[in-house]
């Protein structure tokens, strides 16, 4: 493990920010990263912990150590009532995870295909797509505090998922660093399991494109690829433009607050959340308030889809938060709802 300096983290980030982190570190296990918490000294300065950056806006250079998380491995096991539990090292790639677990014929994750970064971070913003979260295949989080190097464990209903969110992004924010994930998996595609019963279809476009390809009767690989093929055709690729994904979370409104809205906005869509509120899609807001396709120098919202900040090439970090920080105002002027960042911003 070296420690490197002044090291620049373009390749390290989705949105290609060039800034430099002060110091750089690599840990290739999960050993690495048990003995890097025994140099005190090194955690005492200001620390980040990096994943594939797929969801971070850096807005300037990180004067502290950046610990790059590259632990691989992912270790299964059949448990007694026919599910599998799989572990993944937190340096994993999500999307080579989920492809190994499809390859098996193990349902749970292929409806979360192709979202970039790491096994580590996908609890810590509970990653959701097409109609799945990840905490629906969460059994557990295995972690190590940063301050006195204890190792710990949480079962999934004590990671306090929520959209979008979760205990990592809360009161352990900056506070320990995630060492493996175990997921419980169905045995999927199987004698004893045969149709449709364990695959979720029924979000966005995925039953349609299958019954286009002519498929009745899908495999777990089938939704995999659908998904895969909707999402490169509508989401940019960040090596071609630089860009984080969905920017804002969608907001969750009380009733009363949807049903002012629709009095004067009758077009307005809506969803109920679990929580018993209602989710408005803050693409629409943010199309309504005329951003689609906006460009300002290097830093725009992409063309297709309102949700994405883009870096067309050389816009900092200051462009993209002062072109998020224009959204938010008009957005809350129009409809009185304050969108918040889902990017971590830096
Ligand atoms: C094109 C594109 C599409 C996307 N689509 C989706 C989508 O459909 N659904 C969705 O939910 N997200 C989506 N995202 C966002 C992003 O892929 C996810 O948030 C992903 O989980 C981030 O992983 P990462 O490894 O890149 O995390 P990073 O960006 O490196 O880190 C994110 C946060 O997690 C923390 N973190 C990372 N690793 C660890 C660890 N081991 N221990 C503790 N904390 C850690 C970081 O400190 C940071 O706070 C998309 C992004 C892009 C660029």
Known sequence: MHLDQHVSLKPYNTFGMDVRARYFIEPKSRSEILTLLNYRSMIRMPFLVLGGGSNMLFTGNFEGLVIHISSKGIQWKEDVDGTVLVTAEAGELWDDLVGFCVGKGWAGLENLSLIPGTVGAAPVQNIGAYGVEVKDCIESVHYVMTDSGKEMHLKSGECQFGYRDSIFRNSLKRRCIILDVTFRLSAGDSEEKPGTAHLKLDYGTIRKELEDQGISSPTIADVRNVVCAIRRRKLPDPAEIGNAGSFFRNPVVEGVTRDRLLSTFPTLPWFPDISGKYKIPAAWLIQQCGWKGF???????????????????LASGGQITALMQRIIESVQNRFGILLRPEVNII
């Open 295 to 313: 460009r300002d120098g290097d830093a725009g919202v992409h063309a297709m889809q309102p949700l994405v900040l883009v870096n067309y090439g």
